[in-house]
């Protein structure tokens, strides 16, 4: 059950995400936000925007085609993948955050776990904190975010990248994710950051199987209880391969991922995390025109 403190009466239910310098986020509409991974090894475009030039006219091309946020992130969180120092992760992402923000005002999310990082991130112009352990792995992080009063959004996932698709069970995956947002905006609560900062994310490919991530996008709407925005990720990911099996690079699947993503949309979320930034644009036009047709 959801305790009702953490509920939102319908007046309370904004209708958009409050940035800095009075900016927001319109939740009035689907938002679409632009992955950038300056990494070497991330799952499916690993290597291809290490460059600094290459990476920041990936992201305007990304706010050209329709991108409301960019989601820089230095680090991969793929099964598997090995943690990498903080110096390092500082050195890929400032430098592609300083030139976004020389040419262009759009929200940008810096996708990390480490407190450091994500303080200088928001130091040269990162609006929003995306933490895949919802505020677990870095003691400070929780005093980042609440000082400087920014979004964050909280994922769920069981385990660390490293371990987390060995095995992972549940006895109810719908359940014991609310479970986890529900303690996750309580603490937020008694650490001072306001529930209006606040975004949820189920973790699709976090420690789930095929099923989980399935039952996960079929009854995505029970996580609109907590009246917070619902952020989703599944773009290119490892289960749309289980579902279409084909000897193809993660690239390839963008119908899957588009599929996905409208589905999502159709269910309660809020902003669809995604690599494909054009063609996913694209189908919520197409969706938008269908629904509001008479």
Not at 237 to 252: G, Q, T
């Amino acid at each position: 059950m959801i305790h009702k403190q953490v509920l939102s009466r319908p007046e309370e239910i904004k209708e958009a995400i409050p940035l800095s310098g009075g900016r927001e986020l319109p939740l009035t509409r689907p938002l679409v936000m632009g992955i950038l991974n300056v990494t070497p090894d991330s799952f499916s475009d690993g290597g291809e925007f290490l460059e600094l030039e290459k990476a920041a006219a990936h992201a305007l091309r990304m706010e050209k085609d329709g991108a409301d946020i960019i989601d820089v992130g230095g680090e991969s969180s793929r099964p598997g993948s090995e943690p990498i120092p903080e110096d390092i992760e500082l050195d890929r992402v400032l430098p592609v955050i300083d030139a976004i923000r020389a040419e262009s005002q759009i929200p940008i999310s810096i996708d990390t776990y480490k407190a450091s990082v994500a303080q200088a991130a928001i130091e040269v112009g990162a609006d929003i904190v995306n933490d895949i352990s919802a505020l677990r792995f870095d003691d400070k992080m929780t005093e980042v975010v609440a000082t400087n009063k920014v979004p964050v959004v909280l994922m769920h996932m069981l385990g660390t990248p490293q371990n987390m698709q060995q095995n992972p069970t549940y006895k109810n995956c719908l359940s014991e994710i609310q479970e986890f947002f529900l303690e996750r905006i309580e603490f937020c609560h008694e650490n001072g950051i306001d529930k209006s900062k606040l975004i949820l994310d189920p973790g699709v490919g976090f420690g789930k199987r095929l099923s989980d991530n399935l039952e996960i996008l079929t009854h995505l709407e029970i996580y609109k209880n907590f009246s917070l925005p619902l952020l989703i990720g599944l773009s290119r990911k490892s289960f749309i391969n289980n579902l279409h099996p084909r000897h193809a690079p993660a690239e390839a699947r963008i119908g899957g991922s588009v599929a996905g993503a409208i589905l999502a949309i159709q269910k309660g979320a809020n902003i669809i995390r995604v690599h494909d930034v054009a063609e996913t644009v694209e189908a919520i036009k197409v969706w938008e025109a269908l629904r509001t047709t008479k």
